[in-house]
């Protein structure tokens, strides 16, 4: 059985501080997808990764893929409170699995 | 372009009632799908649709049925609501379920099962 693993599962940090969150698991996957919900709405795609060891950036988010493709990071520079929400991955191979989500809570 | 909308919002069902959920996309997707939301369960497949006329069973199908009307719409039916299938369901789609699973969700369904 596939898992995709996120961690951590909270964090709430002031806004300006720096973050990265993971996602990780024990398969190997064709892409990797990282979306972002908020309250009482559904999951927004951010990027999708599809290369070992590339990196897509949007603004003060910077997205790797891990070089086996097993695993994959989001780091958020200088958060702000618009950047709270529930961050979920999602790995694809023959099918699409979700990971649980890291809560982020970006404090004024 | 509404992209993916869902109906009702929001729905209270006694123990055995029945409903449909409704869905509908307007970005010509080939594949659409029925996810439900837990606190600490994460986006739990129910079913999905490769391609309009097929439907197959994702990770927690017990007590739904689906329907793919047409390529635009699919549909969710709880035939006996049991207070298990409280929770916040979601409608997705994509593009071609063999090379794009980039989803694009409703805003979900919030229902309770008294």
């Known amino acids: 059985t596939q898992l995709l693993e996120q961690s951590p599962q909270f964090l709430s940090i002031q806004e300006g501080e720096n973050l990265t969150v993971y996602c990780n698991s024990s398969s190997v996957f064709s892409s990797l997808q990282w979306y972002r919900q908020e309250p009482g709405e559904g999951p927004v795609l951010l990027v999708t990764v599809v290369t070992g060891g590339e990196v897509k950036k949007l603004k003060r988010l910077t997205f790797q893929f891990g070089d086996a493709r097993k695993d994959s990071s989001l780091h958020i520079t200088a958060a702000q409170t618009g950047d709270t929400g529930l961050y979920l991955c999602a790995g694809e191979e023959d099918k699409i699995i979700f990971g649980k989500g890291t809560r982020l809570h970006i404090l004024p | 372009n509404a992209g993916v909308t869902q109906t009702p919002k929001f729905q209270v069902l006694k123990t055995g009632q029945s409903m449909t959920l409704q869905c509908a996309q307007d970005?010509?997707?080939?594949?659409m799908y029925w996810y439900r939301q837990d606190p600490g369960m994460g986006l739990r497949l129910i079913y999905y649709?490769?391609?309009?006329?097929?439907?197959d069973k994702g990770e927690v199908p017990n007590g739904y049925n689906v329907s793919r009307l047409n390529k635009r719409e699919f549909s969710l039916r709880l035939e006996s609501a049991a207070p298990s299938q409280t929770s916040v369901y979601f409608c997705?789609?994509?593009?071609?379920?063999?090379?794009?699973?980039?989803?694009?969700f409703g805003p979900g369904t919030r229902l309770t099962v008294t």
């Open positions: 997705a789609s994509s593009g071609n379920y063999r090379s794009s699973y980039e989803q694009y």
């Open positions: 649709s490769a391609s309009e006329g097929t439907t």
């Open positions: 970005m010509n997707h080939n594949s």
